[in-house]
């Protein structure tokens, strides 16, 4: 049972996006720009660094939500999987695996991410812009996931809403439109 009054149709973040509009049309800017925005990571790479962190923070709403919105990415439901379960036997680049060990330190404590760590992405390719937005990535995940749970938002059990959602996240982005979720009502 969430903490406020919330729209018991719209659970995890969602509900609490639409609760305050006006604190959330920067997190959706942010989010759009990060996850959607121009990149040299994919944006299925930019939503596996988005549930690796979620899953590392426990947030079963975005954990969730966001291996569903790889998944619809990537065009299949292993990799998602495998990066959260058996990262070095994942299907990514080299260069993927360093930055997803990065993203996974600044989960747990991101005065351990090292200057080693940093050289071995960079050795495997990645560029400074990608080491920036991956920690970006991933301290902005930690946000959102003391958010969801933080208010002990509601967090569907059904894979049918992360589905849904994650076809919206595909299509769509993150940036607001009238209706945004009705899909999601509709389930």
């Given at each position: 049972?969430?903490?406020?009054?919330?729209?018991?149709?719209?659970?995890?973040?969602?509900?609490?996006?639409?609760?305050?509009?006006?604190?959330?049309?920067?997190?959706?800017?942010?989010?759009?720009?990060?996850?959607?925005?121009?990149?040299?990571?994919?944006?299925?790479?930019?939503?596996?660094?988005?549930?690796?962190?979620?899953?590392?923070?426990?947030?079963?709403?975005?954990?969730?939500?966001?291996?569903?919105?790889?998944?619809?990415?990537?065009?299949?439901?292993?990799?998602?999987?495998?990066?959260?379960?058996?990262?070095?036997?994942?299907?990514?680049?080299?260069?993927?695996?360093?930055?997803?060990?990065?993203?996974?330190?600044?989960?747990?404590?991101?005065?351990?991410?090292?200057?080693?760590?940093?050289?071995?992405?960079?050795?495997?390719?990645?560029?400074?812009?990608?080491?920036?937005?991956?920690?970006?990535?991933?301290?902005?995940f930690c946000?959102?996931?003391?958010?969801?749970?933080?208010?002990?938002?509601?967090t569907p059990?059904?894979?049918?809403?992360y589905t849904?959602?994650?076809?919206?996240?595909?299509?769509?982005?993150?940036?607001?439109?009238?209706?945004?979720?009705?899909?999601?009502?509709?389930?």
């Open positions: 049972m969430p903490h406020i009054p919330l729209d018991p149709n719209l659970p995890g973040i969602t509900g609490l996006l639409n609760y305050r509009q006006d604190t959330a049309l920067p997190i959706r800017q942010l989010t759009q720009l990060l996850l959607r925005g121009e990149s040299t990571l994919t944006e299925g790479e930019r939503e596996l660094i988005a549930t690796v962190v979620s899953q590392g923070n426990q947030c079963n709403f975005c954990c969730n939500a966001h291996t569903a919105a790889a998944d619809a990415l990537l065009g299949e439901t292993s990799t998602a999987e495998m990066v959260k379960n058996d990262p070095d036997n994942a299907p990514v680049s080299e260069k993927m695996k360093h930055l997803l060990q990065i993203a996974r330190n600044v989960q747990a404590d991101a005065r351990t991410v090292s200057m080693e760590m940093v050289a071995k992405a960079r050795e495997e390719g990645a560029t400074d812009l990608e080491i920036h937005d991956t920690v970006l990535i991933a301290a902005l946000l959102y996931n003391k958010y969801v749970d933080g208010l002990a938002s509601v059990t059904e894979p049918a809403f849904r959602l994650a076809g919206i996240l595909k299509n769509s982005g993150y940036l607001p439109w009238e209706n945004r979720y009705a899909a999601l009502k509709e389930g």
